[in-house]
DNA sequence: ATTAATATTTAGACTGGTCTAAATATTAAT
DNA sequence: ATTAATATTTAGACCAGTCTAAATATTAAT
């Protein structure tokens, strides 16, 4: 009798956490293996061997071994309200509550699992049903739509053409400081000036200012025309 | 090597919960018996006893056995940690985001245990450090001070005197709702106009008009001249 | 086609917290 | 002073979730 076969009943907060790795893995087009969830979850493969095994007997994910997990739809139901809730908290703790865009990760990190129904709904019609949270991160409807991101990013605009941030997909408190501090925040209206070769640093005039930017970071910050 | 000597070791929620169940037994001048809190922890006795020597490994209760328990100076700061969180918590509900006295003990209950010391601060100052909560409990200072309360309640407040509701001592969600209804909630001008004998009804006007009081209900509500 | 390196899974132990069932202690009632 | 009723504690099992160490499978490299 393995620990394997005695785990997996309740959606309790780490299988949330999980099937919310998985998710995102998946959605940035990886295959989700065992090593890589690992190291997400901050934990030891061989845990994960046992919670993927479990979630596969709760129905939520599909298992093919020695290959990869992918939700099935109920999984993906859940993970999307967690995100929902993620995002619905980090939003209003700037909006109502005068935390700064790279201080709330961690706090809704917990929060996410043990608002109710109720509070989530306060807090999104508070908050005048949200499309995006303070980073840009698209906040999941009810009914577990997405909106769509722009193709764009800081790494890929065309030179002299105006845009305007949407995303900036970072969670490094002390680089969304750095952000933040340049003026690169969702919403800010941006103009590539100039771009090195071989995927060097990509210049940007916000405002008056202009600054060199990795191309790197370039990469995450999504930007509409 | 029975379980209980595995036990203790972090403050977890479950142990917060503990402590903060002694704690308010305490202060309602109880003896902490373990089928007591047992019950109020809706945990079968064994598990109780089990619990109450962990906590005494950690230096968080004093245990006489087969008599009772009773918290040390740092069991008693995390409990009434835990208490300011709810009370805040609960007020923060109401008057943020429109929740009804009736509705924010569940809701807190959770939160109490999950909210950083940072957004604690936030929704203190956001409620201008308030001293009592939506039922006027009261709110332990960050330093565990606790403000006093009246001695006179609904049921031994003398006749044609008026005075104001402090507390709401209940947290029935139901009760709460007839309290509210009636008027008798923290902040009301009451007036006790007739007490029936042997611990009989207590009439009580508020505004204009008047309402017959189960005793043991008056005895709940707390009043100041 | 072997071998080596790496990824995955199994086996089994541990912790926190609960439970049931049985043992023991205390209190109340005769 | 016994007995009966009740409260408390112990013994031992279980579950969720993790770990380490060992076994097995896959992939890459020669």
Chains 1, 2 share one sequence.
């Not at 929060?111 to 005048?128: C, F, P, T």
């Not at 200012?209 to 990469?219: G, I, N, Y």
Request: charged residues 25%; aromatic residues 4%.
């Amino acid at each position: 009798m393995t620990t394997a076969e005695n785990l997996a009943q309740a959606v309790t907060p780490v299988v949330e956490d999980y099937l919310k790795a998985i998710y995102l893995m998946e959605r940035a087009h990886m295959q989700v293996k065992t090593v890589l969830l690992a190291e997400r979850m901050n934990v030891k493969p061989s845990s994960v061997t046992a919670m993927v095994k479990a979630l596969a007997e709760m129905g939520l994910v599909e298992h093919e071994p020695y290959y990869g997990v992918h939700l099935t739809p109920s999984g993906e139901r859940i993970a999307l309200e967690v995100i929902r809730h993620h995002r619905l908290i980090e939003l209003y703790l700037v909006e109502a509550l005068g935390f700064t865009w790279d201080e709330v990760h961690e706090e809704a990190e917990v929060l996410e699992h043990v608002i109710s129904e109720k509070l989530e709904a306060r807090i999104a019609a508070h908050l005048g049903n949200p499309v995006r949270d303070p980073h840009g991160d698209p906040i999941p409807t009810l009914d577990g739509a997405l909106p769509t991101d722009p193709t764009h990013t800081l790494a890929d605009l065309p030179l002299k053409t105006r845009g305007r941030v949407v995303r900036v997909c970072d969670q490094h408190t002390e680089r969304l400081r750095y952000l933040a501090g340049l003026g690169l925040v969702p919403g800010a209206r941006v103009q590539v000036v100039a771009r090195e070769p071989f995927d060097g640093p990509v210049t940007v005039q916000i405002g008056k200012e202009s600054h060199a930017l990795d191309h790197q970071l370039a990469r995450k910050i999504l930007i509409e025309k």
